[in-house]
T-cell receptor
């Protein structure tokens, strides 16, 4: 596609529910990144994929967070047993290579009630 | 440890005035440096990047930034602000591992 696409744009869930956030990167982009952005803050790195390999997951805040990219294109960020502190905008970015500029999607705004 | 610091969380300028958004980095290796802009309810859009070579980098929408190694700075400028420039601006840097480290952002307001 023309850009990075994320879905849904908005997600409201009750505390304790599981959620899944989808990212469609730009076609041909090897690198894919997930970030968490709290209100009024900069993006915080969560995890990084090179093709289907998850090379860095050091930013995932707990074992409730899980990301996958099984075929090296679409990626899903899953949050289990959501908590209120998980409320944030989740941004996905892709790039041709790790050291190339990242192209961002519009994000998924997650609200946990 | 690498870090990126943006001085001033809020900057307000008049339309037509100079825009100056400050960014300083600390890195033990020559960095890659980026400026991104974020409009409300949107993702981040790359304005410009410095990797190697010319230290004055020109980006989109009339913005430019100069890499000054002696000052460890990468300030963003635009000669004449436009109302449409009102947004959140983020400076980011990457060292050898190429993981981006982000500043906290500067909110730019442009007054008529």
């Amino acid at each position: 596609g023309a850009g990075v696409s994320q879905s849904p744009r908005y997600k409201v869930a009750k505390r304790g529910q599981d959620v899944a956030l989808r990212c469609d990167p730009i076609s041909g982009h090897v690198s894919l990144f997930w970030y968490q952005q709290a209100l009024g803050q900069g993006p915080e790195f969560l995890t990084y994929f090179q093709n289907e390999a998850q090379l860095d997951k050091s930013g995932l805040p707990s074992d409730r967070f899980f990301a996958e990219r099984p075929e090296g294109s679409v990626s899903t960020l899953k949050i289990q047993r959501t908590q209120q502190e998980d409320s944030a905008v989740y941004l996905c970015a892709s790039s041709l290579a790790q050291d190339q500029p990242q192209h961002f999607g519009d994000g998924t705004r997650l609200s946990i009630l | 440890a690498q870090s990126v610091t943006q001085l001033g969380s809020h900057v307000s300028v008049s339309e037509g005035a100079l825009v100056l958004l400050r960014c300083n980095y600390s890195s033990s290796v020559p960095p890659y440096l980026f400026w991104y802009v974020q409009y409300p309810n949107q993702g981040l859009q790359l304005l410009l990047k410095y990797t190697t070579g010319a230290t004055l980098v020109k980006g989109i929408n009339g913005f430019e930034a100069e890499f000054k190694k002696s000052e460890t700075s990468f300030h963003l400028t635009k000669p004449s602000a436009h109302m449409s420039d009102a947004a959140e601006y983020f400076c980011a840097g990457a060292g050898n591992n190429r993981k981006l480290i982000w500043g906290l952002g500067t909110s730019l307001a442009v007054n008529p």
